[in-house]
């Protein structure tokens, strides 16, 4: 579309933008999608700018969408074992957002919590990056599942 210089799987970012060359980056709704987010923080290292920032806004809790391709939920803590000091990173902060509460279909003695329990829709994080790191993630993202995102069709689960 307009505005669009380059479209890339954030998997291989290294591949199409080069080594320290961008200052920022924002994905809203995004970072559920990606396969391996870990190897998307190495990659993301290898273009970012020291000092330069990224945030991403994603979901805690949300229902399952975009399937096959919706792969991930992050609570407020989950950050730090993508964004650390191994990828190069600190998480400047992270928070949860909109409250909600989960409600399952099928009430057993295990999901009796109801109304009791809280969630939350969202989860924010921004991180900065403080050094190169040495991790590599070299498994390619084809090995984890088939097919391409987005396929161009709409997928979605049916109730039997």
Not at 89 to 117: C, I, K, Y
Not at 120 to 140: I, M, Q, R
Not at 148 to 160: A, C, F, Q
């Amino acid at each position: 579309g307009e505005n669009v210089d380059i479209v890339a799987d954030a998997h291989q970012l290294s591949q199409h933008l080069d080594h320290q060359s961008i200052d920022a980056v924002f994905g809203l709704s995004v970072i559920e999608h990606v396969a391996m987010p870990w190897k998307m923080a190495i990659e993301l290292n290898r273009v970012l700018k020291v000092g330069g920032r990224a945030m991403f806004m994603t979901h805690q809790c949300w229902p399952l969408h975009d399937y096959p391709f919706d792969f991930w939920r992050f609570s407020e803590q989950s950050w730090n074992s993508i964004f650390n000091d191994h990828t190069g990173f600190r998480v400047v902060e992270a928070t949860l957002g909109e409250e909600g509460r989960v409600l399952p279909e099928l009430q057993t003695l295990d999901t009796r919590f109801g109304m009791d329990s809280i969630g939350f829709l969202s989860s924010c994080v921004v991180v900065e990056k403080t050094g190169d790191t040495a991790l590599e993630w070299d498994v390619p993202v084809e090995a984890v599942y088939e097919g391409h995102y987005p396929s161009g069709t709409k997928v979605g689960l049916r109730k039997k």
